[in-house]
Structures are given as structure tokens and as C-alpha cells.
């Protein structure tokens, strides 16, 4: 079992910036894959970002690439999503995940593991 606790959500204004922080918990950190997800009111949960075990390979959806970056701690057993240039449409639960490699945590399938999901609001 995998203990997965997000922060670091809250309102923010177009433009800004946020950093999401998932902290891990229970088995070995560095032996899973971890993603990021998001899912916005009335509409499905959807793939955000994800990274290999050891971060040599990161995943994007194209709606945030050039904007996301995902990068882990594996001393520390977190990963985190710096998020810059936000968008409205950006407004989304997000959740962080665990699974055995980046391209599995690219489907809620491939995902064995789930946080509970920390709001993001972007404001106009």
C-alpha cells in the first residue's frame, strides 16, 4: 500500500504560477512511477504529467506542456508539479498517482495508487 498526500493548491490569478507537492508513504518510494491528474467539474479525470522512477523520463499532456514540470525527491519521497503561465481552464482537483512506469500513469488504469486531491482555482 501506498500513502499518497497532495498540497500546495489555492487560488490564483491568470498568469501566476503554483507548485503542487505530493508526499508519499508505505512501500519504496523510488520502485513506482508517479503522475499527476486533474479533473475539473462535470468532466472525466484527465492525464496532467508523469515521471519515471529514477526522473530520467517525464510525460505531458500537450494542455500543459511548456507550462508544467514535474520533478521528484526520491530522499525526500515526493514529486511536485511547478505550474507556470495558468489558465483558467486550468481549474481542476488535481491528484497525484502512483503506478510502475511514466507511460502507465498516463490512464487512470495505469494508476494503482491515488491521493485524496488538492483544489486549483484560476481566476480571469
Known amino acids: 500500500q501506498v500513502l499518497l498526500v497532495e498540497s500546495g493548491g489555492g487560488l490564483v490569478q491568470a498568469g501566476g504560477s503554483l507548485t503542487l507537492s505530493c508526499a508519499a508513504s508505505?512501500?519504496?518510494?523510488?520502485?513506482?512511477?508517479m503522475g499527476w491528474f486533474r479533473q475539473a467539474p462535470g468532466k472525466e479525470r484527465e492525464f496532467v504529467a508523469s515521471i519515471s522512477r529514477t526522473g530520467g523520463i517525464t510525460l505531458y499532456a500537450d494542455s500543459v506542456k511548456g507550462r508544467f514540470t514535474v520533478s521528484r525527491d526520491n530522499d525526500k519521497n515526493t514529486v511536485q508539479l511547478q505550474m507556470n503561465i495558468l489558465k483558467p481552464e486550468d481549474t481542476a482537483v488535481y491528484y497525484c498517482?502512483?503506478?510502475?512506469?511514466?507511460?502507465?500513469?498516463?490512464?487512470?488504469?495505469?494508476?494503482?495508487?491515488w491521493g485524496q486531491g488538492t483544489q486549483v482555482t484560476v481566476s480571469a
Open positions: 498517482a502512483a503506478g510502475r512506469t511514466a507511460r502507465d500513469l498516463t490512464t487512470r488504469e495505469g494508476s494503482d495508487y
Open positions: 508505505g512501500r519504496t518510494f523510488s520502485n513506482y512511477g
